[in-house]
């Protein structure tokens, strides 16, 4: 299983970004796809999932009404539109699959079986 994210980098305030996160290896129909960052000196923390086949989502607050997490079945990617972007977004995002989804376990990251390399968002002021 590969997990590949990528559209990351450097934008101003206010502005939009959209990543992506490529899957390949195996289906996911009962998975949740989800996106947590890092922040430099911070732990990481969940940002938004989505459930590979109902398409279910869950947010962060920090990022509710902000950003949109999607995916695409049948190009096995799943999107975070981030809108109005704000410096303390500025962190390492990292895609992940839970093949155990539940309600409960889509918030926490050791529930998270793969993971993909991060891409860098930076937000500047």
């Known amino acids: 299983v590969q997990l590949q994210a990528f559209g990351g980098g450097l934008v101003q305030a206010g502005d939009s970004l959209r990543l992506s996160c490529a899957v390949s290896?195996?289906?996911?129909?009962?998975?949740?796809m989800g996106w947590f960052r890092r922040a430099p000196a911070k732990e990481r923390e969940f940002v938004a999932a989505?459930?590979?086949?109902?398409?279910?989502?869950y947010y962060a607050d920090s990022v509710k009404g902000r950003f949109t997490i999607s995916r695409d079945t049948a190009k096995n990617t799943v999107y975070l539109q981030m809108n109005s972007l704000k410096p303390e977004d500025t962190a390492v995002y990292y895609c992940?699959?839970?093949?155990?989804?539940?309600?409960?376990?889509?918030?926490?990251?050791?529930?998270?079986?793969?993971w993909g390399q991060g891409t860098l968002v930076t937000v500047s002021s």
């Open positions: 992940a699959a839970d093949p155990t989804y539940s309600s409960y376990t889509v918030y926490y990251s050791r529930y998270y079986k793969y």
């Open positions: 290896g195996r289906a996911f129909n009962n998975a949740a």
């Open positions: 989505v459930t590979w086949g109902a398409g279910n989502t």
